[in-house]
C-alpha cells in the first residue's frame, strides 16, 4: 500500500493561536482526501473532506496541492476542545490498493 | 439512521481460542473497511470488503485472519488461534461508495490474556 506521511507532533499550541499541518501522499493516482479527528481510545471522526479549490468549515480551512502531492489543514482560533490526533486520509484507486489509507496523526495539545 | 455498530465493545480471550468480531454497516452502505489499532500507535489498513467480495487484504497478516461480508448480515473479521500480540483495538468503518468519506464504529477492543 502506498504511504501516507505525517508529522506525528505533538504541536503544543496555546489557546487562540492558528495552528497548520501538511501531510504528503506518495500515489498520484490518489482520488479523495479527508481529514479525520481521533481523540483518546475513541474512534475515529470525519471532520471535512478536501476539494481541489481548498474548502473551509467555520475554524477549519483545508487545501489540496495535487502537485506537490499534499494535503494541509489550518485551524484558526483553536480551543481546548480542538486538542486531538489529526488523521490525513487518501483514497487510492485501483492496482489492488482500493480503499482508505490512513497516516499515523499528528498529534495536537492546545494549552491554556 | 444508526451508525456503524460494532460488537461487543470488548472481548477477552485467552491464547489459543478464537475471536469474532462483528460489524454492522450504516444503512445503504456497501462498503467496509476493517483497521486495527495498537496501544498509542496509528492505525493500520487491515482489509477493504464490498458485499460478498474481498477488494483488497493486503494489511491482514497471512495466517489466522480472515475477513467476510456476506449477502446478509454483518462483516465478521475472525482470529483464530489468539495470541497476546493481537490485543488491540479493532475499528470497522462503511462508506456508500468509492469516492466518499467512510464512518467508524466505536471499535472492538480484544484483549488476550
Known amino acids: 500500500r502506498k504511504e501516507v506521511e505525517q508529522d506525528p507532533g505533538p504541536f503544543n499550541v496555546p489557546e487562540g493561536a492558528t495552528v497548520a499541518f501538511n501531510c504528503t501522499y506518495s500515489?498520484?493516482?490518489?482520488?479523495?482526501f479527508f481529514w479525520y479527528r481521533q481523540d483518546c481510545r475513541k474512534e475515529p471522526k470525519l471532520l471535512m473532506s478536501?476539494?481541489?479549490s481548498g474548502n473551509e468549515d467555520g475554524r477549519f480551512t483545508a487545501q489540496l496541492n495535487r502537485a506537490s502531492q499534499y494535503i494541509s489543514l489550518l485551524i484558526r482560533d483553536s480551543k481546548l476542545s480542538d486538542s486531538a490526533t489529526y488523521l490525513c486520509?487518501?483514497?487510492?484507486?485501483?492496482?489492488?490498493?482500493?480503499?482508505?489509507?490512513f497516516g499515523k496523526g499528528t498529534h495536537l495539545i492546545i494549552q491554556p | 439512521n444508526a451508525g456503524v455498530m460494532q460488537n461487543p465493545r470488548h472481548l477477552v480471550r485467552r491464547r489459543g481460542q478464537e475471536a469474532r468480531l462483528r460489524c454492522s454497516p450504516m444503512?445503504?452502505?456497501?462498503?467496509v473497511y476493517w483497521y486495527r489499532q495498537l496501544p498509542e500507535e496509528g492505525l493500520k489498513f487491515m482489509v477493504y470488503?464490498?458485499?460478498?467480495?474481498?477488494?483488497?487484504e493486503s494489511g491482514m497478516p497471512k495466517e489466522r485472519f480472515s475477513a467476510e461480508f456476506p449477502k446478509e448480515g454483518p462483516s465478521i473479521l475472525r482470529i483464530q488461534q489468539v495470541v497476546r500480540g493481537d490485543s488491540a483495538a479493532y475499528f470497522c468503518?462503511?462508506?456508500?461508495?468509492?469516492?466518499?468519506?467512510?464512518?467508524f464504529g466505536q471499535g472492538t477492543r480484544l484483549t488476550v490474556v
Open positions: 500515489n498520484s493516482a490518489s482520488q479523495s
Open positions: 468503518a462503511s462508506s456508500p461508495g468509492e469516492r466518499t468519506e467512510a464512518f
Open positions: 444503512k445503504g452502505h456497501s462498503h
Open positions: 478536501v476539494y481541489s
Open positions: 470488503l464490498q458485499k460478498e467480495n474481498i477488494i483488497d
Open positions: 486520509v487518501v483514497r487510492y484507486r485501483g492496482g489492488g490498493a482500493d480503499g482508505l489509507t
